[in-house]
């Protein structure tokens, strides 16, 4: 069965330096999402992607954050100056088609730690 | 978007078949009812989606009332691997299909 990838598992970062996290979607879906979920808390939704320019983004995804699909397979999400806070669970998510349906396949996750 | 309440917690047994209601008083005449299911350190999994009456699939049954206020999920037969956190989502196509997750229910299944 085809799944969403995430890579890296576990990212460990200081305070103020940049991450990227990856991810494979799905090969041949068509919207992509980030959300996060801070330890012990809800999932939270943060960017939604399609056609090559973002759809949505909720107010936690202010300008230190940033997505790029920079080939036809991988999907990333940039902190610019991470902060302590940005420390969470990232999904990445996606979604085949345009019709009535919540059905995204979420990937594994990458933890990421700032310091 | 509409406000969904569903229990903190659950405890059920090995076999037995459990039923988890969600409360969405507002939902909108556009809206459908999700249900996806967390296990610790995973990304949540789509379990189900529904508009209106029964839903069924390999998994799981939906059953919504014709006023559609509320919802169930029902789990036939649980297992211990079933011990997972399970979420009710209400979302039209209004919102891009954006998944609003709420705390949902922590299911523990017992042997």
């Known amino acids: 069965e085809p799944e969403v990838t995430q890579t890296p598992s576990h990212q460990v970062t200081q305070m103020g330096q940049e991450v990227i996290l990856r991810c494979v979607p799905i090969?041949?879906?068509?919207?992509f999402y980030w959300y996060r979920q801070i330890l012990g808390q809800k999932v939270e939704f943060l960017v939604s992607f399609y056609n090559n320019e973002i759809s949505e983004k909720s107010e936690i995804f202010d300008d230190q954050f940033s997505v790029e699909r920079p080939d036809g397979s991988n999907f990333t999400l940039k902190i610019r100056s991470t902060k302590l806070e940005d420390s969470a669970m990232y999904f990445c998510?996606?979604?085949?088609?345009?019709?009535?349906?919540?059905?995204?396949?979420f990937g594994p996750g990458t933890r990421l730690t700032v310091t | 978007l509409a406000k969904t309440t569903q229990p903190i917690s659950m405890d059920s047994y090995e076999g037995q078949e459990v039923n988890i209601t969600c409360s969405h008083n507002?939902?909108?005449?556009?809206?459908?009812i999700t249900w996806y299911q967390q296990f610790p350190s995973q990304g949540p999994r789509f379990i189900i989606q529904g508009y209106k009456t029964k839903v069924t699939n390999e998994v799981a049954s939906l059953f919504i009332p014709a006023d559609r206020k509320s919802s169930t999920l029902s789990l036939p037969r649980v297992s211990l691997s079933d011990t997972a956190v399970y979420y009710c989502l209400v979302g039209s196509r209004e919102y891009g299909n954006k998944l609003v997750f709420g705390a949902g229910t922590i299911l523990r299944v017992k042997s």
């Open positions: 998510a996606s979604r085949l088609t345009d019709r009535v349906t919540y059905e995204q396949y």
């Open positions: 090969s041949n879906h068509l919207y």
């Open positions: 507002n939902i909108a005449t556009n809206d459908y």
